[in-house]
Every structure is written in structure tokens, then in C-alpha cells.
């Protein structure tokens, strides 16, 4: 079951999603007007973006979410749709033109008083995707990962 503050929303979300090609991670990004939100929250969110990108992809990549017995999800607060960037760019860039099945973790554990959250997948790489995306996408300019520095 998703949080409270999801479950209103997740119906139009799904209409909006399966009616028009929107990507879900703006949708989502749209509905969460919060300055910080639950950590359980923002996996609740990630994990539905997820699923939708996996049936999008027809159900070709599967993907886990882990967090460390150390933190309390349902105590932390952290500023909405900070991680869905780096999720969306390893399915988008990634795992859509991966021959095979394709494998998705998002793992949340901590590193002294920090959260760390790391993202991993076996997609095709960068220096690949960056070819393909190069001869795709002339004239787009993603700034999904400028946001956070790294």
C-alpha cells in the first residue's frame, strides 16, 4: 500500500501516464509541491516511476530497493525527487537499449550522519548510451544530473 499522501493521487498518475506520453517522473515531480518529504515517501514514489518505466519497458529490466536496517524511513525527510534523476537516467539511458534483461538496485544505507543512496544497474554504460543518445536526441540538453553536484 502506498503512503496516505500518494493514494490520491495514484490514479491520476496512472491516467495521466497511460494516456499521453508523459514521462512519470514530471508528473510526480508536479504532485509533490512538499519542500521535504519522508524518506518512505520518496521510495514509495520511486518504486511506483519504477514499476511504470518496467511495464513501459515491457518487462524488461527488474529492479530492487533496499534499505539498511539502520535507517528509519518513516523518521528521515529529505527534499522530493531528489534521487528520481539518477533512476530515470539509469532506466532511460541504461537499461532501454540493453539486449537481455536488464537489473535495476537502489540501495539506501548510511555512511556515518549521511544517507547514502547508491544506483546501480548492468545496462550498456555511458560512453554507449552517450553514442546512441549523441545521434538520437541532436539539439536536447539534459540537466538532470547538473542539479546535484557531484
Not at 518512505?40 to 518496467?54: F, V, W
Not at 529529505?78 to 541504461?94: D, S, T, V, Y
Request: glycine fraction near 6%.
Amino acid at each position: 500500500m502506498l503512503p496516505e499522501i500518494w493514494e490520491p493521487q495514484i490514479i491520476l498518475i496512472l491516467v495521466i501516464y497511460l494516456s499521453a506520453p508523459a514521462e512519470v517522473g514530471i508528473v510526480i515531480s508536479f504532485l509533490s509541491r512538499r519542500n521535504m518529504i519522508l524518506l518512505e515517501d520518496e521510495i514509495a514514489a520511486l518504486t511506483l516511476n519504477m514499476e511504470l518505466e518496467r511495464i513501459r519497458f515491457k518487462e524488461n529490466f527488474d529492479f530492487t530497493v533496499s534499505v539498511s536496517d539502520e535507517l528509519n524511513a518513516s523518521a528521515i525527510y529529505i527534499p522530493p525527487m531528489l534521487i528520481q534523476p539518477f533512476i530515470e537516467n539509469a532506466m532511460k539511458h541504461g537499461l532501454r537499449h540493453k539486449e537481455g534483461k536488464g537489473k535495476l538496485e537502489v540501495n539506501f544505507e548510511t555512511a556515518g550522519r549521511v544517507i547514502r543512496c547508491i544506483v546501480r544497474d548492468n545496462g550498456i554504460g555511458r560512453e554507449k548510451a552517450a553514442e546512441l543518445n549523441k545521434a538520437t536526441q541532436a539539439g536536447h540538453r539534459s540537466v538532470s544530473m547538473e542539479v546535484i553536484p557531484m
